[in-house]
């Protein structure tokens, strides 16, 4: 299947699909109209008003918390950096106090802290209140070499753990993580099925240890399309990257979100959606779309769009946010609280958004981490986001003949001092490429890490 939809649909079959239930689903759920001063940028969303999904059996809040970015301090013994574990207790229990109460983690997480991190923190409440999902993330153990047996035992104790961690005997959500990267479908088959932890999973599901089975998809469409046509498992959810950019822009390996909500949907399978703000990149837009979007709601924030555009399919269970800070979760609980879902103008109006953020030329880094560690130190989610930072605000150096040149180059060379430690910048990139099989995006980094180091090069000796 061609990344680009087949099966297209337009602006009226969507909300056809949608229809008058649908649309109003989420607000009937909370018991009352969308729009309300809840929502209004600066105040509290009231306890009580979050929208719920049911389409696995379970009520689920419409906002859920992705663990991928709790946040980190210096760690005490001055080597490294932990979870700050304090705050995370107070993130979780404000998102659990307005009505969120899926949780989102996985092994990998926050340098493989998040599990443990979370466990503690949901721990503390009743285990009823919510609902964990985890995942079986052997995409490393595959990478590093490991194969039959020895895969299929790092997998089966990385398993183990995760209850540990969670400090649970079951788990809701379990997934096969990141299914279509690296070698796509040969991958897929020896991470799950010639190993055979595809069968053991199974298992612990049929023994009640997992209640719902999933995987969460990135890269190689034919690999989804095998997992829903070919695998003979009977999905529970998906997880997939929705946002109004990646509807029908995605970029590198990534497949068109029409897509993939479109076969999910047509199969009654629940979605669970993931980068609703592309790793912040949809708040973080170009001066002009920013303007754009204020000027139609001034009073609401521009990631409040992209939250609105997820959460408005009927078919999505749960929209994922990496709220590192409480203003992040507040602002989140205000979209979803309730949820005014979009109307068939404003669907168009962010399609025509989409449209012209096509034509910035940012790099699609979503801040995963995935990438990391470096091996020789680079810090490269943070050149990759200063240099979408300086695209977006318009401090992008062009040529020593125009107007505002000696501004945006000290804007973008200060900047990029600020923000990436000289030692871990682009200039000692060596090409190894050990960090281009971990990105869901494609990103060809080393190409990246080349190019910036040449244009910030071509700008300190002045010759741009």
Not at 2 to 25: H, P, Q, T
Request: proline letters at 5%.
């Amino acid at each position: 299947m061609d990344k680009v939809n087949k099966k297209e649909i337009s602006r009226r079959d969507f909300f056809k699909r949608m229809g008058a239930a649908g649309m109003a689903a989420g607000l009937a759920a909370c018991g009352g109209k969308g729009g309300t001063s809840a929502n209004m940028a600066g105040d509290e969303a009231t306890p009580g008003s979050m929208t719920y999904r049911s389409l696995t059996g379970d009520k689920v809040s419409l906002l859920g918390y992705g663990c991928m970015r709790w946040p980190m301090t210096d760690s005490p013994d001055g080597k490294g950096q932990v979870v700050d574990q304090e705050t995370v207790n107070k993130l979780v229990d404000h998102a659990l106090a307005h009505g969120v109460n899926y949780f989102d983690t996985a092994p990998p997480y926050c340098q493989g802290l998040s599990e443990k991190a979370t466990g503690a923190a949901l721990s503390r409440h009743p285990r009823e209140s919510y609902y964990i999902a985890t995942k079986m993330s052997n995409h490393r153990f595959y990478g590093a070499g490991l194969r039959g047996k020895e895969l299929y035992d790092a997998s089966v104790a990385m398993y183990h753990d995760s209850f540990k961690s969670l400090r649970t005997d079951y788990i809701d959500y379990y997934l096969f993580h990141i299914l279509g990267t690296g070698a796509g479908l040969e991958e897929m088959r020896g991470r799950l099925y010639d190993c055979g932890v595809a069968d053991f999973i199974i298992k612990e599901k049929e023994a009640g240890r997992i209640r719902k089975l999933g995987f969460s998809f990135h890269g190689d469409v034919k690999v989804f399309d095998y997992m829903l046509q070919e695998s003979g498992i009977p999905w529970d959810f998906v997880q997939i990257q929705l946002n109004y950019l990646d509807w029908r822009h995605a970029t590198g390996q990534n497949v068109n979100a029409e897509y993939l909500y479109n076969e999910l949907a047509n199969r009654n399978i629940p979605a669970v959606i993931m980068e609703p703000l592309l790793g912040g990149r949809l708040s973080k837009v170009h001066d002009h779309i920013v303007a754009k979007l204020k000027q139609r709601e001034p009073a609401h924030s521009v990631a409040s769009w992209a939250f609105r555009f997820a959460g408005s399919f009927p078919d999505v269970l749960t929209v994922l946010s990496g709220m590192t800070y409480m203003e992040h979760l507040q602002d989140n609980l205000r979209t979803y609280s309730p949820l005014e879902p979009l109307t068939e103008e404003e669907f168009a109006f962010l399609q025509e958004t989409a449209d012209l953020m096509s034509q910035y030329q940012t790099i699609p880094c979503n801040d995963c981490n995935y990438c990391m560690p470096c091996p020789y130190g680079l810090d490269i989610p943070g050149i990759l986001l200063h240099y979408n930072k300086c695209v977006n605000e318009g401090h992008m150096p062009q040529s020593s003949l125009d107007e505002n040149y000696r501004k945006a180059r000290r804007a973008f060379l200060v900047g990029y001092d600020r923000s990436v430690p000289r030692l871990r910048q682009a200039n000692h990139c060596i090409g190894c490429g050990q960090c281009t099989p971990h990105c869901p995006q494609g990103i060809d980094i080393p190409k990246e890490m080349h190019r910036i180091d040449h244009f910030v090069e071509q700008l300190k000796q002045n010759n741009l």
